[in-house]
């Protein structure tokens, strides 16, 4: 139990990389938390926004690797947004404080769908260049609780962390599996009642996304083939919205394939993050980048309808 916890991956990264605290509201209480790790010359990150059960600290993996090779990468931890606007508002705050023109984001289920809605939210002066959704949804209406999502508030720590655990895989799983649940377990211990009931009311208030909005924005899609929260018919749905994006499929890894499939998840990710290498727009140091890969991107950006990459399933 709790096999991540004690990880040495793990314990060296709470060592060496600082967890930063900001408020850019005018509510003092409004607290983000945030990893931010890599150059800081970089100025179009990778920023990670997690689930409602998840921690920065859930993308602890994708930090170490991706700043290893050169990318700027940050995680983050909401402070407390009752609905979409307000934590739209907040997050813009966030990126003016950091200084931040541009981003990518890869958003966690409901960070996917908070990744929407700001994309969405900023279309008219745009401040995402890309996004990442795994295991993402694009209307709050498939977990039919729209109507109980103005009661959550009202509820005790214990009844919305039951919620929460309801939606985690159960029975037989394979020991990365079972760990990276365990891990998430004891995140989902570590938030207080307003925290998670604020977080469950984003997740399930009535809400969608607008695709025409955001249509020009490069687009992954990363879900699994195996037991997650999703339904199929999110994930066609998905599909549907986002004809042009890249597909990226793993075999499995449930709701938290971050945790538990984190080398396919950090390959899938440098993929998409390819297309940028050479432009403004880079997450990662140039001098990371190869003479002859900046050419084969200059290449791929000009025949940018030959999508597939590697050995990967990218559809």
């Known amino acids: 139990m709790g096999e991540i ?8 990264f709470r060592s060496t990389v ?27 990150p990778l920023i990670f926004l997690p689930p409602v059960s998840g921690t920065a600290d859930v993308f602890f993996q ?31 705050k966030l990126l003016d404080h950091l200084q931040l023109d541009k981003v990518h984001l890869f958003g966690a289920s409901l960070g996917g769908f908070l990744a929407q809605k700001f994309a969405e939210y900023t279309h008219k002066s745009p401040r995402v260049q890309s996004l990442i959704l795994c295991n993402s949804f694009s209307d709050t209406s498939i977990f039919n609780q729209t109507w109980t999502a103005n009661s959550f508030w009202l509820m005790p720590a214990f009844m919305l962390k039951k919620i929460v655990l309801g939606n985690f895989a159960s029975g037989p799983l394979d020991p990365e599996m079972a760990d990276g649940i365990d891990f998430m377990v004891d995140r989902l ?18 809400s969608y996304v607008e695709p025409h909005k955001i249509r020009d924005i490069p687009v992954t899609i990363m879900d699994v083939f195996d037991q997650s929260a999703l339904s199929t018919e999110a994930k066609e749905e998905m599909y549907k919205l986002y004809p042009n994006a890249r597909r990226a499929h793993l075999k499995t890894g449930g709701n938290f394939p971050y945790l ?6 950090n390959l899938y990710i440098q ?14 140091d140039p001098s990371m980048v190869s003479a002859e890969e900046l050419e084969v991107q200059k290449i791929r950006l000009h025949t940018s309808n030959e999508q597939e990459e ?4 990218l559809f």
């Open 5 to 12: 916890k004690v990880s040495p991956d793990y314990n060296w």
């Open 18 to 44: 600082p967890l930063k605290k900001i408020i850019v509201d005018d509510d003092d209480s409004k607290v983000w938390s945030l990893y931010d790790a890599g150059p800081r010359s970089i100025r179009c």
């Open 62 to 92: 994708q930090i170490l690797a991706l700043t290893g090779w050169g990318y700027r990468v940050i995680a983050l931890q909401y402070p407390v947004y009752w609905d979409h606007l307000e934590f739209c508002d907040g997050f813009r």
């Open 189 to 206: 211990e570590s938030l207080g009642q307003s925290e998670l009931a604020s977080r469950l009311t984003l997740n399930c208030q009535n």
């Open 260 to 265: 538990c499939r984190s080398a396919e998840v």
């Open 271 to 284: 993929i998409h993050l390819l297309q940028f290498h050479g432009t403004r727009y880079a997450a990662i």
């Open 310 to 313: 590697h050995r990967c399933l």
